[in-house]
């Protein structure tokens, strides 16, 4: 509905009416001058873990690497540590427009770890509330097409699962996050981030989402993982 509504309205504000195939979030030939990266790590809460975000140019190209040490030791609760973000943000801090489309495609190289990505919430009634969605891209020895679906991504809230979606507004976030989201995973990661945009038209060859039941269930807390995690 949403889609046909923005369609109708580009008649009038002098715009194409034609929607782009895709339309480009981060990348970083302009990174510097138009978007901030911030890493977050366990350390906030006593932990050992390391993540660094560097921009190296190769080939031509300009690629985010975002890499690291996951530990698990340190002085804190077992659930917070382990744990290693990268967010990326406009400068201007505006909200990412992405209602016309409905797939978000990654342009990477990631290692083998299992990996959540963090939509940041831009709707003032739920701010603490983000959606993740997940990948794994085994054995993936070049950039590839990493493709998530806006409808498979999960509303959390501090690492709880919520059912009012009604209230949420996937389309439209402040931020993404890429997070290691395997609770038992201890050693280095690495992924190398070439671009990432929205589109209607997913690449034929791109690795789909891995289903959310081979997800640990104590990556969310005990009182959620029941149920909708294994039915999804």
């Not at 580009?10 to 339309?23: C, H, I, K, N, Q």
């Not at 009604?166 to 976030?173: G, N, T």
Request: proline content about 5%; some cysteine; charged content about 25%.
């Amino acid at each position: 509905m949403m889609n046909r509504i923005q369609s109708f309205l580009r008649l009038f504000d002098g715009t194409p009416d034609r929607l782009a195939r895709r339309m480009r979030l981060f990348h970083f030939e302009d990174m510097k001058n138009q978007f901030k990266a911030t890493i977050t790590t366990d350390k906030s809460w006593g932990g050992k873990s390391e993540a660094s975000f560097n921009l190296e140019e190769r080939d031509g190209r300009t690629l985010g690497i975002f890499q690291g040490i996951i530990s698990k030791e340190g002085n804190a609760e077992a659930h917070k540590l382990g744990f290693a973000a990268l967010t990326l943000e406009q400068k201007s801090g505006e909200f990412m427009n992405c209602d016309e489309y409905t797939t978000l495609v990654l342009r990477a190289k990631p290692d083998n770890c299992k990996y959540a990505v963090t939509l940041r919430n831009a709707n003032f009634l739920a701010p603490e509330i983000v959606y993740q969605g997940f990948f794994k891209a085994s054995n993936c020895k070049e950039i590839s097409s990493l493709i998530l679906n806006f409808d498979c991504f999960l509303p959390t809230r501090a690492a709880h699962l919520v059912e009012h979606e009604h209230i949420l507004d996937v389309p439209r976030f402040s931020g993404i996050s890429l997070t290691i989201c395997d609770r038992k995973y201890e050693g280095p990661f690495h992924i190398e981030i070439e671009s990432i945009f929205v589109t209607n038209e997913p690449p034929d060859q791109a690795s789909k989402p891995f289903p959310i039941s081979e997800f640990e269930p104590d990556y969310f807390h005990k009182d959620d993982a029941e149920g909708r995690i294994k039915q999804s």
